[in-house]
């Protein structure tokens, strides 16, 4: 039998990270179960994400004005940058408290074998706000795995002669683990003892 509104769904879910098509399809027919109202209300608030949530012009965080409430605070670290691969990093890194500085975005991670290319990461931004800007750290907290050691020493090489200072995250994080799923007392600590990429 042939259901093209059904495999259509299943197809969407599908494409979301970590959502396979078993998962797809189980996801989909409890919204095909469900009252009529959740439909409804999931539908307005992915409409409302997509009209209301945009990337701050700034670090490539989340905002709903051009500049995010962190590149906007002046009671932040204007002199501490950190480096990460995707706006949820930000979230996770917030939570412990831990860091007062403000966030550099790339969108990603450095890695041959999936195409992903210096040029298709917001590494270009980041030359721009480092020519502009007097950090003297900058952390880079991109994921322990090889993409995202790969990324940071990329950046580190990258601006070698600056005069900045380079600091990796501590690996308290499991290698290959990610920073967004990371459990806050091991992220805050692993912020604590970041060390030097020199």
Request: charged share 25%; proline share 5%; glycine share 6%.
């Amino acid at each position: 039998m042939q259901f093209p509104a059904l495999e259509q769904l299943v197809d969407v879910l599908g494409s979301l990270p970590g959502v396979g098509k078993k998962s797809a399809r189980r996801i989909a027919f409890h919204i095909l179960k469900s009252d009529p109202e959740i439909s409804k209300r999931l539908s307005d608030s992915i409409t409302n994400l997509r009209r209301e949530v945009r990337f701050c012009t700034q670090c490539g965080g989340l905002s709903q004005q051009e500049f995010c409430h962190i590149c906007s605070d002046p009671h932040r670290n204007q002199r501490l940058l950190c480096v990460v691969e995707d706006p949820s990093d930000i979230f996770s890194i917030e939570d412990t408290a831990e860091f007062s500085g403000l966030y550099h975005v790339l969108m990603g991670a450095l890695s041959p074998l999936d195409g992903i290319a210096p040029e298709d990461l917001r590494i270009e931004e980041l030359s721009q706000r480092i020519e502009t800007h007097p950090f003297d750290e900058i952390f880079i907290a991109t994921n322990p795995t090889l993409e995202g050691d790969a990324t940071a020493h990329y950046i580190s090489e990258m601006f070698a002669n600056r005069g900045f200072r380079f600091t990796r995250i501590s690996h308290g994080i499991a290698t290959g683990a990610s920073i967004e799923y990371a459990d806050k007392g091991t992220l805050a600590r692993s912020i604590r003892e970041r060390k030097s990429l020199e």
